[in-house]
């Protein structure tokens, strides 16, 4: 398997702990784009402050017109839903809640995977809600790799429970256990 | 035999055919949308009309004339709240107002109304400023339907809470309740409000220059254009406006990549406020002096 180009990641209720775990365990060699929705914060300029300081990787608020950067993690605006364009910029768009969410994980993961078809990995965390289910199920049938956190061990695990059910996964993952799965699938060479 | 196309091709044909039948028969240009949002909005169009796909979509507006009214509504999506952002509107209340008072007659144009919530919070604010009678307040849609609506101004009472909340961050004097009238599920918004208020139909993509106005609000309708096409609307922004006159865009869209920011000067860049300049930049020729 090629490396993919980038990683998408859901989490709502919950995620500030689930993000710190994740971000603080990605290798720092990582060139992939990474793109990350989380419902809880209004405030996504102190957010990105929040998980600096525990992130591996440079952490910014995406924003319009802005292109999409490898080794980078973005965040979604609160307020906007976040979409990809094929060209690798971000659009945000104020239509209507999905999953009574804006942004909605759904909406990103559709247009991630419309984008980065196969060379996408979604990621679905702690949550207490469906969000992020159609949207990981999109990315699998576009031939991308689905990750979902145990719902066991989840802060709230009605989300990724709603992923399992509607998405399936490649792969089911204790919080722990998730970052050196991604660092093992972008970091791998292909083989020839 | 040629290959099978993978979806994603085969859709963006799709959606690409679609904008062409739109454009072609009715007028309605999208061809300069941004791509990502319009997907998505012409997939929902598909699955709320239960079509199989969006070529089956696309035969029936070519085919059924009355259709297209539905399918401009489901493209233009209007959703907003009155005061959403409210420190835009506090900043509107106390740097802008202020010095549009000097003006004898003050046009505002707001590009994208939609359902109009803006539109009367917009009123409020020239009201309790004391400036509403001698205002005018253009607000402007390409979408019939909601131009309907915002006229009516008859909105959901369950919004009045959040709006309310919003009304107070905003700086609001008076209790929002008492511009409306409550009734069953709904809230009126009074009369007296829409008494200076022109609903009428304009198409940034294909329209010109609407007003001469002092101020300008057009917010987050940018955000679903294209490159050139935000370029061209914000030029034309720009020639609608008077020299010092204000353009106010949404939160999280920006002047700085487009030609006419040279035009501008930032009044409070988190609100997205900006200026016209009251000298061309050097090295042009002012059209308009």
Known sequence: MRPPEAIAIGCSQGSLHALRVILGGLDRRLTQTLLICCHTSTDVSGLCALLASHSTLPIVEARERQQAIGGTVHVAPAGYHLLLENDRHFALSVDDQVRYSRPSIDVMFDSAADVYTCDLIGVVLTGANSDGAEGLARIRRRGGVAVVQTPEGAEAPAMPRAALEQAGADYCLPLEEIAPLLNRLCLAQPLR | ?289
């Not at chain 2, 004339?65 to 835009?88: H, K, W």
């Not at chain 2, 009472?157 to 009734?183: F, H, M």
């Not at chain 2, 008077?242 to 700085?256: A, H, I, K, P, Q």
């Open chain 2, 1 to 289: 035999m040629s290959t099978p196309l993978p979806d994603i091709e085969l859709e963006r044909i799709e959606v690409d055919l679609f904008v062409s039948a739109l454009k072609r028969r009715y007028g309605f240009d999208f061809s300069q949308y941004a791509p990502a949002s319009l997907t998505r909005r012409v997939r929902q169009l598909m699955h709320v009309h239960h079509c199989d796909s969006i070529s089956a979509l696309t035969a029936r507006l070519l085919h059924k004339a009355d259709f297209v009214t539905q399918v401009i509504e489901g493209l233009s999506v209007p959703v907003s709240e009155m005061f959403r952002d409210p420190l835009m509107f506090r900043a509107l209340r106390e740097q802008v107002l202020p010095l549009l008072a000097s003006y004898p007659r003050i046009n505002v144009w707001q590009a994208g109304c939609a359902y109009g919530q803006e539109v009367y919070s917009l009123a409020i604010l020239l009201e309790e400023a004391g400036l509403y009678e001698r205002s005018h307040i253009f607000a402007t849609d390409f979408n019939p339907a909601a131009l309907k609506r915002a006229h009516e101004g008859i909105y959901p009472a369950k919004d009045a809470q959040l709006w309310s909340r919003n009304y107070i961050e905003a700086g609001g004097s008076q209790s929002l309740s008492s511009y409306y009238s409550a009734r069953y599920d709904f809230i009126r918004l009074h009369e007296r409000l829409r008494k200076n208020i022109t609903f009428t139909n304009h198409n940034l993509v294909t329209d010109k220059v609407f007003c001469e106005a002092h101020l300008v609000l057009c917010r987050n309708v940018l955000i679903y254009f294209s490159n050139p096409l935000q370029d061209r609307t914000l030029a034309l922004f720009r020639d609608s406006l008077v020299r010092g006159g204000y353009l106010c865009l949404g939160l999280r869209e920006s002047l700085d990549f487009a030609p006419a920011a040279a035009d501008f000067t930032a009044v409070d860049a988190s609100q997205r406020l900006y200026r016209r300049k009251l000298q061309a930049p050097s090295g042009e020729h002012d059209a308009s002096a």
